[in-house]
């Protein structure tokens, strides 16, 4: 069964929002400038544009507090603590700059900055610990839950969650596929059902944070997977993203790089109109 609109949210969790800090427990640890905003106006388009809605997925990334790109993973060449926001490579490794915490994890770290580097989209970052599973940082931003709540219960149908980021092993910007797939883990391989899922709606609209790195990690998966193609049903939107401190030139060549290929951009209230005239 088709269906006429999909709207897929990109890890809107806490974590990655400037919200203000209410204690030690729920300070966010990656916050992007500018997405509690773009929450905000997401939330607003579900409650305005529900009736034409007819699936909602969002994903959240998932990490353990051990991951390969996590500071607790790594030391230094004197032992030291590695710093947050510290670009990894294998070179770096090899000379003896950082090196794994644990000495046997040294052949399998080689093995996957080799394959990350060869892939050519990413090096290694040493994020700060971020979206670990069980915290307030991987819950959802709440005005877009209690919005997409109240679409759940008028449309008597849930919003699809998928998790992706558990395997320590492997970085997973993209909902869809792992940086570098494991071959004895499912979860970090080709998502065939969501894509599959997607794919039955003529109109797909992408939110979420941060437009530098998970969303745009995401799309150009969907754009090079999406079984029946055909990039110009999938509509950014470009007011409820934004990129990572830093990072904006990415943000910016993945939006020219994706309307050069089709994928129409527009901003949440266009997107309600773009809705309301299907």
Known sequence: MSR?????????????????AAGPEQTPALPVAGADADMQRLARLIDAAAPMLDAITVTLDSHHRLDIAHPGFWRLRDGGPVMPFTPITAADVRA???APRDPDALPRTLAYLDELEARGRYTLMVWPVHCEIGSWGHNVHA????????WELSRQQSVAKVLKGS?????????VQAEVPAPD?????????LLEDLDRAELILIAGE??????KATTEHIVEHLPGGRPERLVLLTDCMSPVGGFEAQAEGFLAD???????????IEAAALLSNR
């Open 4 to 20: 006429r609109s999909h709207l897929l949210i990109i890890d809107p969790q806490n974590d990655f929002c400037d919200l203000p």
């Open 167 to 175: 395997n320590p092993w492997t970085e997973h910007y993209s909902a």
């Open 210 to 215: 941060a437009s530098s790195h998970c969303v």
């Open 185 to 193: 883990d499912e979860g970090t391989q080709l998502n065939r059902a």
């Open 143 to 150: 005005d877009v839950r209690a919005a997409y709540n109240r």
């Open 96 to 98: 003896g700059s950082f």
């Open 258 to 268: 994706m309307k050069a290929r089709g994928v129409r951009l527009a901003t949440s």
